[in-house]
């Protein structure tokens, strides 16, 4: 019987093939230059066109700066809104899956050497004469019959006995060295038998592994794939495959510098623009990221081509895969300017957004910042904040809802180019998880209870406040008197709803001035904060290059704070102008604690000098800030005479804290679920308005304040939407900084789980080492291993877990319960009729109360009764 040809016996042939040609050249990819010598052009491709500045942070903050690269990370939740004015806070490689706004350059793609085992290069078109004479060639070397390379002994043969295949498992299964069968032995296999193999395309047995896709769709992105494994290993005995192995790994340490290298000049140009603001600075800023992204999506599209099904490695592995995500910059060229153009369409649209002041039709220049988001937190007039929030969402949102749809058809693109089912995936694919949604959903049923009795207390100090004729006892409550645009942060309205207004919070600001602080010493006492918990000093080139405060030349920057790393692994700067105050503060020790983290996995390749997930950064800063917070720590730093320790105290505390974090936790939920299905296509976009809406009600307990339809895009009045920016992560770092938080109190010994002297929010890890410890074993890891591994290994915790939030708000739960109690008043909330319709005439009647759904209809609905009354009274005035 003639031998068949097997595909590992060719992919041997081809490896020591190219070992051969390995002498004449090495397959490298084919880079362009790192600063070629171009002059600045006039107009970029797909770049917003600059203008003069009319309001310069609207213009800088929201409309520039969002076609570009802005600083890895800032600091998103030290504003008024939660993470609302938050706009670039996402790391460079984290923004490449979700889009740049320039093409490649080069188009020239360099095919890499054909027989490389490497190499998803067509190998069954080589000249069948020339294989078989490098088959008797190579006949000799390493194989089990050297006088038949493809007989049935072969083990690269088809012929293959099964028999020794299955021993060659079994032997692999049962063997306790081996990773894989730790990770399943015991209770992580069925019935607890070690003898029983691992499936893992078996995506409903208990015993599978927590941190692998079983969906074959979207399987192993970043990790290796176990499918092929044992076929992989037989490669991996071949010293030939270690040659190439040995290649492929040179070729990634060349990616890594060169990398590196033009990540340094990109933030360079970005830095000086940022500090310096000006047309020369914007336009070299903009043309050196445009030669990053090119040079990004020249990696991106190479390294896919290498075969990843042959390695071994998991950490090769996992660093290949993370080079070769391009995101929306996988698209051709048409699509992606398409892409582009729609999302500075839709910004421009957002960034234009102004409304005439509230009976003043004259005055029509108001905007969102500064002028909107003030009138929203503090104004307590309910026609004012009603006008307000009905003009602006119809003015910056309803005029793009047809580019939005658009978009919504090249997500799917964009998923279909990036090898995933949906757009919905797609979103999602940072967090490696085949659950993930399912994940978020788990999580906010272990919080819902919480935030039930917070949203009942709020509703009826706002039904005192405005009167029970405008806010229903069991009724959701009206978005727009929430303090916040979005209603998704309800501090401001802390003047309201605070339960023992004579108990005055904390404000350690008049003592700081009266001491004589500056920027300078704020940032040397952030830096003192994270010595003290054994990590590393920044050093004096950190103070020498930062900017900490507004600078005395007269040049323009821009003042928001952001940690900025070169990617030089020593350069780590911070761009804020302080103020003198308890936020100026609570910022320094937040962009202090992203330094720390550049400062811990600087020694990583820099596709791996990341988060672990995109969220892991702002929830590592949130945790130090719930240190920092504390009157307890106030007092250790001499800001606080004594430590205050009422009840009273922690109620107001823990109630200013819930109005931020728990508050926001539905909103973004409900956001980003709202795209996961608008993309995936279980949404149709005609019903997206509605859709949206029904979510809020669903997990928030919101509604609009006016009734709603399809005429609307209520959306667009979020930056994160038009930008097209993930919104999900913030609802995952909210709860990851309370999981990293107790587990940094338990090591320290300064939360005890049932002791009242030590409760969880009282924590300060101020001066314990063991909590230092704990955050630098996070931190080393960077984006090196899959975040749910990184818990595992360091907390115990190996998925998102709303139990640390619980008890951190523990106290204010039983109070707000017992109050709930007192008070009679109703837990939950009822649906009270259709919030949104998608085709009324009067959507636009601007009805207003809390009972407009139940009591309005649709006026063709209501021509019998009208008619009949004009008829009665027709006849009435005839009798008289």
């Known amino acids: 019987m003639k031998p068949t040809t097997n595909k590992f016996a060719l992919a041997a042939y081809f490896a020591l093939t190219n070992c051969i040609l390995a002498?004449?050249?090495?397959?490298?990819?084919?880079?362009?230059?790192?600063?070629?010598?171009?002059q600045v052009p006039e107009s970029f491709y797909n770049a917003p066109t600059p203008r003069t500045p009319t309001n310069p942070l609207q213009v800088l903050g929201d409309f520039d700066r969002s076609q570009r690269y802005g600083p890895?990370?800032?600091?998103?939740?030290?504003?008024?809104?939660?993470?609302?004015?938050?706009?670039?806070?996402?790391?460079y490689d984290e923004r490449m899956r979700y889009g740049y706004p320039y093409p490649t350059r080069w188009q020239n793609f360099s095919r890499p050497v054909a027989d490389s085992p490497f190499s998803d290069y067509n190998n069954n078109n080589l000249d069948q004469q020339q294989q078989q004479r490098d088959n008797q060639r190579y006949a000799n070397h390493n194989y089990d019959n050297?006088?038949?390379?493809?007989?049935?002994?072969?083990?690269?043969?088809?012929?293959?006995?099964?028999?020794?295949?299955?021993?060659?498992?079994?032997?692999?299964n049962n063997n306790p060295n081996n990773d894989y069968n730790a990770r399943f032995n015991g209770a992580a296999v069925p019935n607890g038998d070690p003898n029983i193999p691992y499936d893992p395309?078996?995506?409903?047995?208990?015993?599978?592994?927590?941190?692998?896709?079983p969906y074959r769709t979207n399987q192993d992105r970043f990790n290796l794939n176990n499918e092929r494994y044992f076929e992989r290993q037989r490669f991996q005995e071949d010293r030939r495959y270690q040659i190439e192995l040995e290649k492929l790994r040179n070729l990634l340490v060349e990616t890594d510098q060169r990398g590196s290298l033009e990540c340094t000049a990109n933030v360079a140009a970005q830095w000086n623009f940022e500090t310096n603001v000006n047309e020369i600075t914007q336009a070299e800023a903009l043309n050196t990221q445009q030669h990053y992204v090119d040079f990004l999506r020249l990696v991106a599209e190479q390294s896919k081509t290498i075969n990843k099904d042959l390695i071994l490695d998991r950490r090769l592995y996992r660093q290949l895969m993370l080079q070769s995500e391009a995101g929306p910059?996988?698209?051709?060229?048409?699509?992606?300017?398409?892409?582009?153009?729609?999302?500075?369409?839709?910004?421009?649209?957002?960034?234009?957004?102004?409304?005439?002041?509230?009976?003043?039709?004259?005055?029509?220049?108001?905007?969102?910042?500064?002028?909107?988001?003030?009138?929203?937190?503090?104004?307590?007039?309910?026609?004012?904040?009603?006008?307000?929030?009905?003009?602006?969402?119809?003015?910056?949102?309803?005029?793009?809802?047809?580019?939005?749809?658009?978009?919504?058809?090249?997500?799917?693109?964009?998923?279909?180019?990036?090898?995933?089912?949906?757009?919905?995936?797609?979103?999602?694919?940072?967090?490696?998880?085949?659950?993930?949604?399912?994940?978020?959903?788990?999580?906010?049923?272990?919080?819902?209870?919480?935030?039930?009795?917070?949203?009942?207390?709020?509703?009826?100090?706002l039904r005192d406040y405005y009167g029970p004729n405008r806010i229903n006892r069991i009724a959701p409550?009206?978005?727009?008197?929430?303090?916040?645009?979005?209603?998704?942060?309800?501090?401001?309205?802390?003047?309201?709803?605070?339960?023992?207004?004579?108990?005055?919070?904390?404000?350690?600001?008049?003592?700081?001035?009266?001491?004589?602080?500056?920027?300078?010493?704020?940032?040397?006492?952030?830096?003192?904060?994270?010595?003290?918990?054994?990590?590393?000093?920044?050093?004096?080139?950190?103070?020498?290059?930062?900017?900490?405060?507004?600078?005395?030349?007269?040049?323009?920057?821009?003042?928001?704070?952001?940690a900025w790393d070169f990617c030089n692994r020593h350069d780590f700067r911070v761009k804020v102008c302080s103020e003198i105050s308890q936020k100026g503060l609570l910022s320094a020790h937040h962009e202090m604690a992203h330094i720390q983290y550049f400062l811990q996995y600087r020694h990583l390749p820099k596709v791996f000098r990341n988060g672990a997930n995109p969220a892991f950064h702002q929830a590592i800063g949130d945790a130090i800030m719930l240190s920092i917070s504390t009157s307890k720590h106030f007092q250790t730093i001499g800001l606080l005479q004594r430590s205050v320790d009422e009840s009273s105290y922690d109620i107001n505390y823990l109630i200013t804290m819930a109005l931020d974090k728990v508050a926001f936790l539905p909103y973004a939920l409900a956001l980003d679920n709202w795209r996961y299905d608008v993309f995936s296509g279980n949404t149709n976009k005609h019903m997206m308005n509605c859709h949206f809406w029904n979510l809020r009600e669903r997990y928030g307990g919101i509604k609009p304040p006016v009734l709603r339809s399809e005429k609307d895009f209520d959306l667009g009045a979020k930056y994160h939407v038009p930008a097209n920016i993930p919104y999900i992560k913030y609802y995952v770092s909210t709860i990851l900084q309370f999981q990293?938080?107790?587990?940094?109190?338990?090591?320290?010994?300064?939360?005890?789980?049932?002791?009242?002297?030590?409760?969880?929010?009282?924590?300060?890890?101020?001066?314990?080492?063991?909590?230092?410890?704990?955050?630098?074993r996070i931190m080393a890891k960077g984006a090196s291993q899959p975040w749910q591994t990184v818990l595992e290994e360091t907390l115990g915790e190996g998925r998102l877990d709303g139990t640390a939030l619980r008890e951190y708000f523990a106290p204010l739960e039983e109070w707000l319960r017992l109050e709930s109690l007192r008070t009679n008043e109703y837990v939950g909330?009822?649906?009270?009729?259709?919030?949104?319709?998608?085709?009324?005439?009067?959507?636009n009647l601007q009805v207003t109360g809390g009972y407009y759904n139940a009591a309005t209809g649709p006026v063709i609905m209501q021509l019998p009764i009208i008619l009949f009354v004009c008829w009665f009274m027709s006849f009435l005035w005839h009798r008289t």
């Open 329 to 461: 910059n996988a698209l051709p060229i048409e699509t992606l300017d398409r892409y582009n153009r729609l999302i500075n369409e839709m910004l421009y649209i957002y960034n234009e957004a102004s409304i005439c002041a509230y009976q003043q039709p004259f005055v029509c220049n108001l905007r969102y910042i500064p002028e909107l988001k003030e009138i929203m937190s503090k104004s307590r007039d309910w026609d004012e904040l009603q006008h307000t929030w009905v003009e602006y969402h119809r003015k910056a949102g309803r005029e793009m809802r047809d580019g939005y749809e658009q978009l919504v058809d090249v997500m799917a693109e964009v998923a279909y180019v990036n090898n995933v089912t949906n757009g919905g995936e797609f979103w999602y694919l940072p967090y490696e998880s085949a659950n993930f949604r399912q994940d978020v959903e788990n999580v906010w049923e272990q919080i819902r209870p919480l935030y039930e009795l917070l949203h009942s207390y709020v509703r009826r100090k």
């Open 740 to 776: 990293i938080y107790r587990g940094m109190c338990r090591v320290s010994g300064q939360y005890v789980p049932g002791d009242p002297r030590k409760p969880l929010h009282r924590c300060d890890i101020y001066r314990h080492p063991e909590a230092g410890n704990l955050l630098k």
């Open 477 to 562: 409550i009206p978005s727009h008197i929430l303090g916040n645009m979005y209603a998704q942060s309800w501090t401001n309205i802390l003047d309201i709803v605070i339960p023992y207004p004579g108990r005055k919070l904390v404000d350690v600001t008049p003592r700081m001035i009266e001491q004589g602080y500056t920027p300078v010493l704020m940032f040397r006492l952030a830096e003192e904060f994270f010595t003290s918990i054994n990590m590393s000093a920044v050093g004096p080139d950190f103070y020498r290059n930062s900017l900490l405060e507004q600078p005395v030349d007269g040049r323009r920057v821009f003042c928001e704070p952001s």
């Open 201 to 213: 395309n078996n995506r409903f047995a208990n015993e599978r592994n927590r941190f692998e896709n």
């Open 146 to 172: 050297p006088n038949d390379r493809l007989n049935s002994n072969n083990r690269f043969a088809d012929g293959f006995d099964d028999r020794q295949r299955e021993r060659e498992q079994n032997s692999f």
């Open 23 to 38: 002498v004449q050249a090495d397959p490298q990819l084919d880079l362009p230059p790192i600063n070629p010598d171009t």
């Open 829 to 843: 909330w009822n649906y009270d009729g259709d919030y949104c319709r998608r085709s009324i005439e009067t959507a």
């Open 72 to 91: 890895p990370y800032a600091g998103d939740g030290l504003n008024d809104d939660g993470a609302d004015d938050f706009r670039n806070g996402q790391t």
